[in-house]
């Protein structure tokens, strides 16, 4: 298994441009997330999904939007690229049956982002 | 107050040493806790969750105090490969809810 695959895992974007950061996962997990992680900061939740066609905003969702029409799949997008969203981001996965949290959240490797 | 605070360290502890972390929580209706292990550069991953009557998994003992509000990580005999960051996880309700602390730095040295 693959688990949570994120693409790409470096980007130089210029102030004013966009772009998508890819992230898929093959464990048929319900709940997906999008996180920021900042230098010497906790993790930040930007977007979360409970399933195909539902979102909800997290804590830091200004400037990002994000899409699933798939189970397997969560793009994030980046509209108007500025400096203040550069950071390394995370995606995650995980299988819930709307309790309480209980299991593991699964992580890709991350996207090194840099806007300059 | 922050919801989930840790100490940043950097604790720098020689091979074999027991070394503790602490975490404070503020929503006193939190749910669930988990410690994760972030190595430089690398992604987050599951160390343990955190069980009301304390559990242990081999070298790591985690603990939950739910009247002070902390949980806490133990590590006895540590280990090179137990350098990394030591992030403090808490559930209080909702995924937008789900906390991360900031992380404890632990440097094992020979």
């Known amino acids: 298994n693959a688990g949570v695959t994120q693409t790409p895992k470096f980007r130089i974007l210029k102030i004013g441009q966009s772009m998508t950061l890819q992230c898929a996962q093959d464990?048929?997990?319900?709940?997906m997330y999008w996180y920021r992680q900042d230098p010497g900061m906790g993790l930040k939740l930007i977007y979360y999904?409970?399933?195909?066609?539902?979102?909800d905003k997290g804590e830091v969702p200004n400037g990002y939007n994000v899409s699933r029409s798939t189970t397997e799949d969560f793009p994030l997008r980046l509209e108007l690229a500025a400096p203040s969203q550069t950071s390394v981001y995370f995606c995650?996965?995980?299988?819930?049956?709307?309790?309480?949290?209980?299991?593991?959240?699964?992580f890709g490797e991350g996207s090194r982002l840099t806007v300059l | 107050r922050k919801e989930v605070e840790q100490d940043p360290g950097p604790f720098n502890v020689p091979e074999g040493a027991t070394v503790a972390f602490n975490c404070t929580y503020s929503n006193s209706a939190s749910q669930s806790f988990f410690w994760y292990r972030q190595d430089c550069r690398k992604e987050p991953k599951l160390l343990m969750s955190v069980y009301s009557s304390g559990n242990e998994d081999g070298r790591f003992t985690a603990q939950l105090n739910r009247a002070s509000q902390y949980i806490s990580l133990l590590i006895r005999d540590s280990k090179l490969s137990d350098s990394a960051t030591y992030l403090c996880?808490?559930?209080?309700?909702?995924?937008?809810?789900?906390?991360f602390g900031a992380g404890t730095r632990l440097a094992v040295h020979p």
């Open positions: 464990m048929n997990h319900n709940y």
């Open positions: 995650a996965s995980s299988y819930s049956d709307g309790g309480p949290l209980y299991g593991e959240l699964f």
């Open positions: 999904s409970v399933g195909a066609g539902i979102t």
């Open positions: 996880v808490v559930f209080s309700g909702g995924y937008n809810k789900l906390i």
